[in-house]
């Protein structure tokens, strides 16, 4: 099978599950645990005392994405949003929790905070303008971000895109699918402010 005719298919199948949006029975979903964390056994807890600090000061999201249904993009100007295929939780507070805990895992000489200010941390300002299934037949995450020095002074101001191919149908498949695109967000932040240390902008 070629992989334009696979992906047809797979893009077919998924948002065929749209027009299931109605029946009775409501299914919850949570972002899966970081890969890094489940491949490389690191955590923040396996770390000696870290030399930096780093504060996600904010993860928002769009307001289409500020709602329970998980999102479906069926084609370049269209979304649908599922009534029974719902996150468990605000999709802001999870991708915050996802993304300290693969930042945690990439960074292991980092603690990565969500609140307080500590003496020189670095902080982080992410924006989320697309968090979903897309036509082409991935998971798809997109928007921008800031890193912060601890007076204010911005570092860097990056667009972020990140995919990962569904590998069946079906959301489980999907939620999946957008759990490893965070994996890569995460890991494209991380390397860009161990880059930004070795050049010794910051400390």
Known sequence: MTRRLRGALMVGALFALAGCAG?????????????????SGVGPSDAATPDYSLVIDRVSVAGYLDNPGIVLQ???????????????????????RGLRQRLAAELPDTRILVEGD??????????????????????????????RAANGDLLLERNFSASTPLAKDGYPALVRALGASWDKVAANFAAQIRRLRASGTVD
Do not use: C, K
Request: glycine share 8%; hydrophobic share 35%; aromatic share 8%.
């Open 23 to 39: 029946s009775p029975t409501t299914e919850r979903y949570t972002l899966p645990a970081p890969m890094n964390d489940a491949v």
């Open 118 to 147: 500590p003496p020189e941390a670095l902080h982080l300002q992410v924006n989320v303008e697309q968090f979903q299934g897309h036509y082409q037949g991935v998971g798809m995450a997109s928007g921008y971000w800031q890193l």
């Open 74 to 96: 069926p084609d370049a100007i269209r979304l649908r949003q599922a009534s029974s295929h719902q996150w468990a939780e605000a999709l802001d507070q999870q991708l915050g």
